[in-house]
């Protein structure tokens, strides 16, 4: 965003000489603030530029692009603070408010959720993060892929708490079979631990699969895309579309060999062998989203190199 000081003058200028009302002033006052609150950030002076935010929110008009631009670089700036020392956990909380405002207009602003789940997992908070992320997956009123990487998030979580107990090495044991070394899994020697891992498997299929279950035709279609003729803008589109069920794939995965892990533990001979089946289905469904997100990441970077040559010899030619 630019807005010249000249600029400014100007317009304050013409808005005395016309009489111009109190609204107007303050949305350009406002402005001044965001601006000159952005560059103090670029700059890290941060406490500056928190000060600079909170005189945009409280000049620029109810509902207008000012106030909201002023409240998500307030929520940034905040957040930084926090991150730059972890005892500010103040700044976090009103970080948290802050971005929550902006997804209140905006509920699809994918970036402002994500840091207020980060957020509450730097505090702490795990029913809040919980919760929060819940909220997120279920909602209608976002694009499938933000509720499917929401989705993704809690099974993750179970992922991680089904991992720690299967790769603990009283339950992963190496074993001599057909002259190979292999693993073999028992049960945990805690009863609970072998509860809790049941249920952190069950939940995880659960979320994962409503996560799955959100991919569309576009998804399933992508496979072998042609990204040469597709536009910077239209890669990185497509990429961030398809990312969050690359890792959805990914997960599901995991998930699986975590099942195959628990049917084995049980005794569930059959089981095991169909779990393995479906990973190995899982795997070559993963690899073939991997190898277009990839495709997207060489040929924007390829694209780039170009870029860059281009720059070089037309720097140079004019030296």
């Not at 670089?73 to 909380?93: G, M, V, W, Y």
């Not at 029913?127 to 909602?139: L, P």
């Not at 499938?144 to 990487?149: F, G, L, V």
């Not at 809790?196 to 959100?214: E, H, T, Y």
Request: with cysteine; net charge neutral; hydrophobic share 35%.
């Amino acid at each position: 965003m630019r807005f010249s000081r000249v600029g400014i003058i100007v317009l304050l200028g013409l808005l005395t000489l016309f009489g111009a009302n109190c609204s107007i002033y303050n949305k350009v006052i406002a402005r001044k603030n965001v601006v000159d609150g952005a560059e103090a950030f670029k700059n890290r002076k941060l406490d500056e530029a928190e000060a600079l935010f909170r005189q945009a929110v409280s000049r620029a008009p109810v509902g207008s692009q000012e106030q909201k631009t002023a409240e998500l670089f307030l929520a940034r700036t905040l957040h930084s603070q926090f991150i730059n020392n972890r005892t500010l956990t103040d700044k976090a909380e009103e970080a948290i408010k802050e971005y929550r405002k902006v997804i209140d207009v905006d509920p699809k602003d994918n970036s402002s959720f994500k840091a207020v789940a980060n957020l509450y997992d730097s505090l702490g908070r795990k029913d809040d993060w919980q919760k929060w992320v819940t909220d997120r997956s279920e909602r209608t009123d976002i694009p499938n892929e933000q509720r499917a990487e929401a989705y993704t998030s809690l099974a993750s979580k179970e992922n991680t708490c089904a991992n720690d107990i299967t790769e603990d090495p009283k339950v992963k044991k190496t074993a001599q079979k057909d002259g190979k070394s292999v693993f073999t899994f028992t049960k945990p020697e805690n009863a609970e631990d072998f509860e809790k891992l049941k249920g952190c498997v069950q939940r995880g299929m659960d979320l994962i699969n409503k996560a799955l279950a959100l991919e569309t035709d576009q998804v399933g279609n992508s496979k072998g895309l042609n990204v040469k003729p597709l536009s910077d803008k239209e890669l990185k589109d497509k990429n961030d579309f398809l990312k969050p069920f690359e890792s959805a794939r990914s997960y599901n995965l995991s998930l699986l060999i975590q099942s195959m892990r628990l049917a084995e533990m049980e005794g569930r001979t059959a089981d095991k062998d169909k779990f393995k089946a479906d990973a190995d289905a899982a795997r070559e469904k993963f690899k073939e989203l991997s190898d277009v997100t990839k495709s997207i990441k060489d040929e924007l970077e390829e694209r780039a190199k170009i870029a860059a040559g281009e720059d070089a010899n037309s720097n140079a030619a004019k030296k």
